[in-house]
């Protein structure tokens, strides 16, 4: 199950969530209809159809939580990099000057200009 960025769930909503599956993966076993786990859950029926899928094709592991995606980290090399951009400025990035604000009228779209 796939949430962008983690979902933004915390550690302890994760784990509840991660509680329904294991839920629902009993019930599989115990022979119980994909449509009767879901309303029993108060899931949807396709959650509930694709952990039985999961289930299937990977075992319990297909339905536990994978943690929390963490923050990506940049190499040594990247960060290399990045610093030489950053010490190029502005200009060699193509904005008109070296300092960038933002426009009052699209200050809430975040849309800046220089």
């Known amino acids: 199950m796939g949430y962008a960025q983690g979902g933004g769930l915390t550690d302890a909503e994760r784990a509840a969530r991660e509680r329904v599956r294991l839920q629902a993966v009993a019930r599989f076993e115990a022979g119980e209809k994909t449509r009767e786990i879901a309303a029993a859950l108060r899931v949807s029926e396709r959650s509930a159809e694709r952990w039985c899928r999961r289930w299937r ?58």
């Not at 990506?72 to 400025?89: H, I, K, N, P, S």
């Open 57 to 114: 094709e990977l075992g319990e592991a297909g339905v536990v939580s994978k943690g929390s995606p963490g923050r990506q980290r940049l190499t040594a090399a990247q960060v290399d990099w990045l610093e030489r951009e950053l010490e190029r400025g502005p200009l060699a990035h193509g904005w008109r000057t070296s300092v960038g604000r933002c426009l009052g009228s699209r200050r809430s779209s975040g849309v800046c200009s220089t």
